[in-house]
């Protein structure tokens, strides 16, 4: 909590800062705004209602159309007659008078966005009527490396409008920072996605394969309903769009799955599942619980002649759905999970208990990872929490934040 507070006020206090030359500006002129405040709350609040508005563009990164669509919003922030944000090579956008100054800003943006440092130089016009002098130039930042630059352009030289320049530029800079780390979190979940379906068990497809082949001759319709099965699975894990599914489509290739392990092990394998139907929607990522089934199954029958049996549940609990899943094979060593989970050591077989905790932890936060609770040759439990509600999560959609 301590860290969203600190991350509030880096985001927060530079618009309000350079809301104070707005709101001494709207001052001036005003006298009643119906019960709102002073003038100098109320610029304040239309400041904080200016910035809301200009980040959603902003946290998709700066390009084109993010600075077409915030940048009207900016030079409202500041109140200059014109405003116009560059990257490293190009105006992106100019919002206000003065657009034939596009070239000569160009030009001069060289030393700013070498250093990082901020400048104020004057304008050459020949235009008698032009309302543009002077140009303020704050770069743009995200991880010390300079992206870009927002430049105010005003009729003439102004200190406190190099200062709010500076501010609103450093909260863009955190916009285009956040949205760096946005697109750097998705990354990092789709690539935990493409390694968890390598990890798919290739013995699990070689023995699938084998199995069906052995039932072509002796049961040709059994044969028939495995394969459909083995392809609803394969299509499922290996789907290109969302990274979130619905519990009940994961349950439902987490069925097809065990149809596969029954055809093979028999009645050595029983499972159990009870599943509350209130809980079916709920949005979760994609191919999460079907690695702890696979867990399940490798751990329960390893080493056991006799019968394993997993039992698979979910729950409502209130805001959250609570998915367990049992088994009474091998277990394992805690110290030696504690260190898997933690990328210490490999586990062996790859199944991915790992890339699970990982994932979850990234969409819902640390209190969200994997509860296990296991022994040497007292079988596993493991316990999902999934909130039912969670902002930018939905069932079949790409990791977002709103």
Known sequence: MSGFLAGLCVAVLPVLAAGVWLGRRTARGAKSLGGLGTPVEHATFETLHTASLAAPPLRAGLTEETARK?????????GTDALCLTDREQVLVWDGDGAHHRSEIMERL???LDTGRGEAF????DILDCSVRWAVVAPLTVDDRVHGALVACAPRESAVLVRAAGEVARWVSVQLELADL????TRLIEAEVKALRAQISPHFIFNSLAVIASFVRTDPERARE?????????RYSFRRHGDFTALADELHAIDHYLALVRARFGDRLSVTLQIAPEVLPVALPFLCLQPLVENAVKHGLEGKADKCRIQITAQDAGAEALVVI???GAGMDPDLLRRILAREVSPSGGIGLSNVDD???QVYGDDYGLVIETAPGAGMKITVRIPKY??????GGRLTRE
């Open 122 to 125: 004057r304008l050459t016009c």
């Open 226 to 234: 495995l394969l459909l099965e083995f392809a609803d699975f394969t």
């Open 390 to 395: 969670q902002p930018g999560v939905h069932s």
């Open 110 to 112: 060289g030393g700013a």
């Open 182 to 185: 946005d697109q750097s979190r």
């Open 70 to 78: 915030s940048a009207r919003k900016l030079r409202s922030l500041l």
């Open 359 to 361: 994932r979850l932890r």
């Open 326 to 328: 049992e088994d009474d």
